[in-house]
């Protein structure tokens, strides 16, 4: 198996968006556990909880790194198939099980670690899947009269 250089790309770009993507999710996991539970039972219970979430940095920094997932994901969409690239998405469940017990004190069941595990093996089939489509993708023409 012998992966094309925009195959790789894809990889590298996505590694960096599953990174981001899981510990902006360690950060919005902790920042919201320092809060306590949720309970929305009426209106000014839920501006308190506004006012509350956004005055947490800990939000700010994943919602910082869920932007930087946002753009990466974008960037690969522009140019790899969906097929292939949606699936690398769950890398983040592989991610977040290696980093919740040290982040969050978290333990990973051996029944959740198979599952993981399951789905990495998913990803490297996919990954293992082969070179991209043999027709070029090209811009769709916009319909007459648009």
């Not at 209106?43 to 790194?65: E, H, K, N, Y």
Request: hydrophobic residues 55%; aromatic residues 10%; glycine residues 8%.
């Amino acid at each position: 198996m012998r992966l094309s250089a925009r195959r790789i790309r894809t990889l590298v770009l996505m590694l960096w968006a599953m990174a981001a993507c899981t510990f902006g999710d360690i950060l919005l996991a902790q920042a919201m556990k320092s809060l306590g539970e949720v309970r929305l039972e009426n209106l000014p219970q839920l501006l308190d909880l506004g006012v509350a979430i956004f005055s947490t940095p800990r939000i700010w920094m994943a919602i910082g790194l869920f932007a930087v997932f946002f753009f990466l994901w974008m960037t690969v969409l522009s140019y790899e198939d969906l097929s292939f690239a949606l699936p690398l998405t769950a890398l983040t469940y592989l991610f977040n099980a290696l980093l919740v017990g040290p982040f969050l004190g978290e333990v990973v069941s051996p029944l959740r670690w198979a599952g993981t595990l399951l789905i990495g093996a998913g990803v490297v089939l996919v990954t293992a899947s082969g070179a991209h489509p043999t027709n070029p993708k090209t811009p769709q023409e916009p319909a007459p009269g648009h």
